[in-house]
């Protein structure tokens, strides 16, 4: 067969209340290549700065999420996307009020050891 279609991407476990659906990649159908997910942010959350090991494309579907790149403070609203090249010091939050829903792609694939995050 030349397609898949995805029906139950891996929910990733989280602690901070985000949702995170990967559709492709290693925890998924173990592509190294590529990861894509869907992902809501709840009002408040945040990560600690990080530095990942891959370039990050993110598409806002709904709501706004914050970046803070190299001491830059861009706010990104539904319609909007964003490339985060990779071993670039990078901080995600939803400061806002109300949830934010994005897509994520990062190449090559999400993995928990190619994201250095700060404590």
């Known amino acids: 067969m030349s397609y898949k279609i995805q029906k139950s991407p891996f929910?990733?476990?989280?602690?901070?209340?985000?949702?995170?659906?990967?559709?492709?990649g290693r925890a998924t159908d173990g592509n190294n290549d590529i990861s894509i997910a869907h992902m809501i942010a709840p009002p408040g959350w945040s990560?600690?700065?990080q530095t990942p090991?891959?370039?990050?494309?993110t598409f806002i579907i709904k709501g706004k999420k914050q970046f803070i790149i190299d001491g830059d403070t861009i706010v990104l609203h539904a319609g909007?996307?964003?490339?985060?090249?990779?071993?670039?010091?990078?901080?995600?939050?939803?400061?806002?009020d109300a949830e934010c829903e994005y897509m994520a792609v990062c190449t090559p694939a999400f993995s928990p050891d190619s994201v250095h995050r700060e404590e």
């Open 11 to 24: 929910i990733v476990p989280t602690t901070d209340g985000k949702t995170i659906e990967e559709h492709w």
């Open 47 to 49: 990560e600690p700065f």
């Open 53 to 57: 090991e891959f370039d990050e494309y």
């Open 80 to 96: 909007q996307s964003i490339k985060i090249d990779r071993n670039t010091r990078v901080q995600y939050s939803n400061p806002f």
